[in-house]
């Protein structure tokens, strides 16, 4: 079946850190997202790709760095310049740009730092 | 500037009874409308979508929703909630304002009592 998968499902980040999220698809969409979740804020949009080899920050891309070398994965370095990193991680693909493109998640990446 | 309203942050309903989440928008661009749910600790998952076709949608698990533009509401319905409709909803508005930006609402958290 077509997805998303992100990877760890839980990650545990010492101060001063950088750890990586992963997110793969295989819906041969060509957007990706990422997005970070706090409880009662809704959905806030990190860093988006619509196309290999490029991307483009979001609402809140300070500490955060991506990269989209291939069409299936777009992963998330959440460096230590983050200050408050601990949250629950979203990725997201659809097949384009547009009105009539959903979205597709996968099923999370919770980050805590001990 | 665009915006998404959900009017409630929590909805608790008995089983068997009708099962209302509303969601207002602010726009003076025609939008593309969606509704998502979230099981804890998972991903969005897509209920329905409305696109500029039917203003009555019908989405999964039994929900369905109605575009009404002079309200500029897209409220979600369901006749009769099951203890697995237990969830956190969300409204997802798509606007194309020369380039499409998507907009999250806060959520609401949907409780079913036994």
């Known amino acids: 079946d077509g997805g998303i998968t992100q990877s760890p499902k839980y990650l545990f980040r010492k101060e001063g850190q950088n750890v990586t999220l992963s997110c793969e698809q295989n819906l041969n969409h060509d957007a990706m997202y990422w997005y970070r979740q706090d409880p009662g804020q809704g959905l806030r949009l990190i860093y988006y790709s619509q196309i290999v080899n490029d991307f483009q920050k979001g609402d809140i891309a300070e500490g955060y760095s991506v990269s989209r070398e291939k069409k299936e994965s777009f992963p998330l370095t959440v460096t230590s310049a983050q200050k408050n990193p601990t949250a629950f991680y979203l990725c997201?693909?659809?097949?384009?740009?547009?009105?009539?493109?959903?979205?597709?998640f996968g099923s999370g990446t919770r980050l805590t730092v001990v | 500037a665009q915006s998404v309203t959900q009017l409630d942050s929590h909805v608790s309903v008995s089983e068997g009874t009708p099962v209302l989440l509303r969601c207002n928008y602010s726009?003076?661009?025609?939008?593309?409308l969606f509704w998502y749910v979230q099981h804890p600790n998972k991903g969005l998952q897509l209920l329905l979508k409305y696109t500029s076709a039917a203003t009555l949608v019908k989405g999964i698990n039994g929900f369905e929703a109605e575009f009404k533009k002079s309200e500029t509401s897209f409220h979600l319905t369901k006749p009769s909630a099951h203890m697995s409709d237990a969830a956190e909803y969300f409204c997802v508005v798509i606007f194309n304002t020369g380039g499409f930006k998507t907009i999250f609402g806060a959520g609401t958290r949907l409780f079913v009592k036994a």
């Open positions: 726009s003076s661009y025609s939008p593309s």
């Open positions: 997201a693909s659809s097949p384009g740009e547009g009105l009539d493109y959903g979205y597709t």
